[in-house]
T-cell receptor, first 115, second 113 residues
Framework: DGGITQSPKYLFRKEGQNVTLSCEQN?????MYWYRQDPGQGLRLIYY???????QKGDIAEGYSVSREKKESFPLTVTSAQKNPTAFYLC??????????????FGPGTRLTVL | SQQGEEDPQALSIQEGENATMNCSYK?????LQWYRQNSGRGLVHLILIRSNEREKHSGRLRVTLDTSKKSSSLLITASRAADTASYFCATHAGGTSYGKLTFGQGTILTVHP
């Protein structure tokens, strides 16, 4: 059963702590993305990776870090430098296809709450 | 920054009615995509329209694209209560922005049984 999994579904963090959100895909996609969604808002791109061992900052990368050591995995670390981390985090992946459609497939999301 | 702006922000209709949502964007695009999000869930891709296309259909969905006005619309015909969700447009700029989509703020659709 192919798809994208994110864990955990809910995450609580104390101020000053770093936390890592997991994203795994078995779709054999080269590209992976992390988005942040605030209540009633659209998605904002945090980081994206087009290939293993390479990633690029998105529009709101400050306070976040990522790694892409394996094709299937793209974990996101929310650091203590992120001033307002409470949000819904979505991971996505896409093929690198010639048609350049870049249709993205999304995981179920992780809701992070800072206490 | 958000490229897409969607209108209306919220739409409430009765089952069986049609729902129309609009999306405007600012820069040239390679394609425009529509996604659906049920409350608290991930997004699901609905339909894609390329910059050289004007209209596309998929089941009860109809999408139009007017590149001269930098706008798109999504029509859901004969709506059902199960269509209740948020709908987002996303633009792909092409060129060097490989893989990057820019999402609008979304339209919240409520379909009453």
């Amino acid at each position: 059963d192919g798809g994208i999994t994110q864990s955990p579904k809910y995450l609580f963090r104390k101020e000053g702590q770093n936390v890592t959100l997991s994203c795994e895909q078995n779709l054999n996609h080269d590209a992976m993305y992390w988005y942040r969604q605030d209540p009633g808002q659209g998605l904002r791109l945090i980081y994206y990776s087009q290939i293993v061992n390479d990633f690029q900052k998105g529009d709101i990368a400050e306070g976040y870090s990522v790694s892409r050591e394996k094709k299937e995995s793209f974990p996101l670390t929310v650091t203590s430098a992120q001033k307002n981390p409470t949000a819904f985090y979505l991971c996505a992946s896409s093929e690198r296809d010639r048609g350049r459609t870049d249709t993205q497939y999304f995981g179920p999301g992780t809701r992070l709450t800072v206490l | 920054s958000q490229q897409g702006e969607e209108d209306p922000q919220a739409l409430s209709i009765q089952e069986g009615e049609n729902a129309t949502m609009n999306c405007s964007y600012k820069t040239s695009i390679n394609n425009l995509q529509w996604y659906r999000q049920n409350s608290g869930r991930g997004l699901v891709h609905l339909i894609l329209i390329r910059s050289n296309e004007r209209e596309k259909h998929s089941g009860r969905l109809r999408v139009t694209l007017d590149t001269s006005k930098k706008s798109s619309s999504l029509l859901i015909t004969a709506s059902r209560a199960a269509d209740t969700a948020s709908y987002f447009c996303a633009t792909h700029a092409g060129g060097t922005s490989y893989g990057k989509l820019t999402f609008g703020q979304g339209t919240i659709l409520t379909v009453h049984p």
